[in-house]
């Protein structure tokens, strides 16, 4: 990894990097009415030989559950070194646009949608993004970065011949990057609250390490132009975590705050993931789930904590993958 790059998480990572190794961005697109939400992902994955690697676009629309992924020669992979920016056959994408012309069988998906006033992760000289301090760990299995928390959409797609205004509506940007996804994880985003501009990715996952493992997470809540963060380079700690068929229940907490999500499930499209050596992996995600988020300033005298937010954040973004005891076997109270 490139220097330079470590502070700029957006970018292509994977310019010196070889097999194995993935790279992948995540759009979350959403439009005014809320009738329409959608996922498009465009990465590399790096095999042991050319022939062997594949660059990639896949899409999610999350009101049906239909996932379409999209191969290219790895060939027809481009990014900048400079900014974030990157091709993948006639698709472009960066922080403040994407292209797209996907023309196949299973579907034909085309247009630009401006992405308006970017929310990036807070940058500090010791945490170049999300992952804190992780992020100078040069072995780490699975790399994980914050485009924009929150921003507007402005353009349409043309989706198998119907047109899609997403004008008016919002988005999300996140990527990953490394040698492959964590054997287990939850992970939850919604930037759908009733309060506007506030956003919540909120994901625990099994972390190797130095021959063992732990459940590492990472929260951020974005409300009132301020960021909440609980992090296990934080000091918080995972209070309980109960998944099941139909919710997860899940609670964080630090010395002076405490964070329950609440989720319910909804049904989940299939999409493909990283494996260590190709993108044969699958990971069920929905568009459609719902939480009660509630931020409380914690009690020094044992009284009830005082609630500083509470709503219901709609339209969520959910992946439970993975033996979830495993996660929750370090929580603690």
């Not at 009415?33 to 690697?53: C, D, F, M, N, Q």
């Not at 290219?72 to 990157?86: C, G, L, N, R």
């Not at 402005?154 to 011949?161: A, W």
């Not at 929260?219 to 998944?243: C, K, M, N, P, Q």
Request: charged share 20%; proline share 4%.
């Amino acid at each position: 990894m490139a220097i330079g790059n470590l502070w700029h998480p957006e970018r292509y990572q994977g310019a010196r990097r070889r097999y194995p190794y993935f790279e992948g961005w995540y759009f979350k697109l959403v439009d005014a009415s809320e009738r329409h939400r959608y996922a498009v992902i465009p990465g590399v994955s790096k095999g042991p030989t050319l022939a062997a690697s594949q660059a990639f676009v896949q899409f999610l629309d999350g009101s049906t559950g239909q996932a379409i992924f999209v191969r290219y020669p790895f060939t027809e992979f481009h990014a900048s070194s400079e900014t974030f920016s990157i091709q993948v056959g006639p698709n472009r994408f960066s922080r403040d646009e994407i292209v797209l012309a996907l023309d196949g069988p299973e579907l034909a998906l085309s247009g630009e949608v401006g992405l308006l006033g970017s929310t990036p992760w807070p940058r500090r000289w010791y945490a170049p993004g999300i992952m804190g301090w992780f992020s100078f760990v040069p072995f780490m299995q699975c790399y994980h970065g914050i485009v924009s928390l929150d921003h507007g959409l402005e353009g349409e797609l043309c989706l198998n011949g119907t047109h899609v205004d997403l004008s008016g509506g919002r988005g999300y940007t996140e990527k990953d990057w490394g040698s492959a996804f964590p054997s287990a994880w939850v992970w939850f985003q919604s930037n759908h609250f009733d309060t506007a501009h506030t956003s919540l990715t909120a994901s625990v996952a099994t972390i190797p390490w130095l021959g063992s493992e732990f459940a590492g997470f990472i929260i951020g809540l974005w409300h009132d132009s301020r960021l909440y963060r609980f992090a296990t380079y934080t000091g918080a700690r995972l209070e309980a975590l109960r998944v099941d068929e139909d919710s997860i229940d899940w609670v964080i907490a630090d010395k002076r705050l405490r964070l329950r999500v609440q989720i319910t499930r909804d049904r989940a499209g299939q999409l493909y993931a990283p494996d260590i050596a190709d993108m044969s992996g699958r990971v069920g995600e929905t568009l459609g789930a719902s939480a009660t988020v509630t931020l409380a300033a914690r009690s020094l005298t044992g009284a009830d904590d005082t609630v500083i937010f509470s709503e219901r954040a709609r339209l969520g973004a959910l992946e439970v993958v993975g033996d979830w005891t495993r996660l929750a076997a370090g929580a603690r109270s």
